[in-house]
């Protein structure tokens, strides 16, 4: 039978898609899914598109896959030795590969968690730099957001204005709000109105 199946293989920031063409024999061609499938599980998350490719490219051999499965045994004395199976996908070391995008994205996850770029209204930030221990405006903060049960907290976020680093104006409409953060990188920038956790005087935060 006629068929068509692929791998994939991720390389950071370079993709190879791999192929293998029929006409397949049942066996062989059970044979061919399996070792390509098995490869990709491994081979392939490496890199942000790989993450979204290889799904798809797995997706994409279950059609070829259930036509393969319709197909008789070889004929005992057929010319060609059909290629040996080998175990099923589920049985092999390389199943665990269908951990790496979980543990990637939950890395990613504790990674951005922290980032005040990422924060909204209601979350609570600690600035580490020693100047908001003083009470002064800060040109370099070191802000991450941290749970506001957290003793570290020093201020709980009241709003977030994006696509401006005006404080000043932005924070005057939240009268509870005594201090902001304000963030500017290239295009991307925004500012955290907020209100003190612990007792200070007024802090400005301007990266």
């Not at 175990?87 to 922290?114: C, E, H, M, Q, S």
């Amino acid at each position: 039978m006629d068929a068509t199946i692929r791998g994939h293989q991720g390389f950071i920031v370079v993709l190879r898609y791999l192929k293998r063409r029929g006409p397949f024999c049942r066996t062989c061609g059970i044979a061919t899914h399996r070792e390509m499938t098995s490869d990709s599980l491994w081979q392939g998350w490496w890199g942000i598109p790989s993450m979204i490719v290889n799904p798809i490219v797995m997706l994409l051999n279950i059609p070829q896959r259930l036509k393969i499965n319709k197909l008789a045994e070889p004929l005992p004395g057929a010319p060609g030795t059909p290629m040996d199976t080998g175990k099923p996908v589920y049985l092999r070391p390389t199943v665990v590969g269908l951990l790496i995008p979980v543990v990637l994205i939950a890395l990613l996850f504790a990674l951005l968690k922290d980032d005040p770029e990422f924060a909204k209204a209601g979350e609570c930030i600690h600035n580490s730099s020693p100047l908001a221990m003083a009470g002064l405006n800060d040109n370099n903060p070191d802000v991450k957001v941290v749970p506001c049960s957290d003793p570290q907290a020093d201020a709980r976020i009241v709003a977030r204005a994006d696509d401006t680093t005006d404080g000043e104006t932005e924070c005057r409409k939240y009268p509870e709000a005594d201090s902001y953060f304000t963030y500017k990188r290239r295009s991307d920038k925004y500012v955290l109105c907020l209100t003190s956790l612990k007792p200070r005087p007024k802090l400005t935060l301007t990266p």
